[in-house]
């Protein structure tokens, strides 16, 4: 199925209170993949804002997330750019990777998301984006796992520029993340 058509079951299914009230889970948590060919990342992006203006039109607080966005707020308020730029030139991208990557942990990113999270009107649903900008810098995976105690049922969708097949993650289909089994794909081809 196209990715125009999975967007479009997707703007359906958002809106009902069967996913708004996370039924027929059993319990799990409310997490959701929507994975999408990496080349359509633009498409993704495009249609996000126009998904956001649905759910205000429904009245429902849609917080969206962007991993990247919130690596480069965490690091700018740790180092100034130069800095990075200034540690790269002398250490390398490999020993800026680790450095960074120690900035980021999976602990700040969490905390930082709960901070933006709490200081909005109640969030109805999560939307997780910038994942493929944000590789190597962060793994989906643990962001995920960390995400979990603080969202409780508060749906989340993440999107993915990959394959999710209810267990694995495949970042651009290339990369093999650890597995992820608590998330369920958003929609899978041939729903109707």
Not at 65 to 72: A, G, K, P, Q, S
Not at 95 to 111: A, D, Q, Y
Not at 121 to 128: S, T, Y
């Amino acid at each position: 199925m196209k990715t125009e058509a999975r967007i479009e079951l997707l703007k359906e299914k958002i809106v009902t209170d069967e996913f708004l009230k996370a039924r027929g889970l059993g319990n799990e948590v409310p997490f959701w993949i929507f994975d999408y060919p990496p080349e359509d990342e633009l498409l993704i992006r495009r249609s996000l804002l126009k998904i956001e203006g649905i759910m205000k039109s429904h009245a429902i607080n849609v917080i969206v997330i962007d991993l990247y966005n919130v690596c480069l707020e965490i690091i700018q308020s740790k180092i100034s750019y130069e800095q990075v730029i200034e540690f790269e030139r002398k250490k390398g991208s490999d020993e800026l990777l680790n450095k960074l990557r120690i900035i980021l942990k999976p602990e700040i990113i969490k905390k930082f998301i709960a901070e933006r999270i709490n200081s909005s009107e109640p969030v109805k649903v999560v939307f997780l984006m910038g994942i493929g900008k944000a590789w190597p810098l962060i793994r989906s995976h643990s962001i995920l796992n960390n995400l979990q105690p603080i969202l409780g049922n508060i749906p989340l969708v993440a999107f993915y520029p990959g394959t999710y097949n209810n267990s694995e993650l495949s970042l651009f289909g290339r990369f093999k993340d650890a597995n992820y089994y608590r998330a369920f794909r958003m929609i899978n081809d041939g729903e109707t």
